[in-house]
Nanobody, 115 residues
C-alpha cells in the first residue's frame, strides 16, 4: 500500500524559510521520480519541483532559485527546502509519485506566508 506522509508546513513571515518532508512507503522508492505540487485557494494544483531517481531536479519558474528538492533513498524521504517565501507561496503542498498509470498523493501540508 503506497503511503506518502508530508510534514513541516506552518505559518511563516515573508522572507522566511520552511522545510517540508515526505515519508514514502509501499513502493521501491529509489527507482521512482518524486514531486511536490501545491494548490492555492481557488487555483489549480501546480507542479512545484521534481527529482528523478538519479537526482536530476526540475522546478517551476516561480520557485527557481528559492526552493530546493532533495531525496534520501536510505530513508525513503523527499524534502522541499523553501527559502525567501512570499505570500504567493501560500498553498497546500502535496507529495506525489507516479507509479505506472497511477498517481499517488499525500494528505498535504498547509504553508501560509503572512506577516
Amino acid at each position: 500500500q503506497v503511503q506518502l506522509v508530508e510534514s513541516g508546513g506552518g505559518l511563516v513571515q515573508p522572507g522566511g524559510s520552511l522545510r517540508l518532508s515526505c515519508a514514502a512507503s509501499g513502493f521501491i522508492f529509489r527507482v521512482h521520480a518524486m514531486s511536490w505540487y501545491r494548490q492555492a485557494p481557488g487555483k489549480q494544483r501546480e507542479l512545484v519541483a521534481t527529482i528523478t531517481k538519479d537526482g536530476t531536479t526540475n522546478y517551476a519558474d516561480s520557485v527557481k532559485g528559492r526552493f530546493t528538492i532533495s531525496r534520501d533513498n536510505a530513508k525513503n524521504t523527499v524534502v522541499l527546502q523553501m527559502n525567501s517565501l512570499t505570500p504567493e507561496d501560500t498553498a497546500v503542498y502535496y507529495c506525489n509519485v507516479q507509479l505506472g498509470i497511477s498517481n499517488y498523493w499525500g494528505q498535504g501540508t498547509q504553508v501560509t506566508v503572512s506577516s
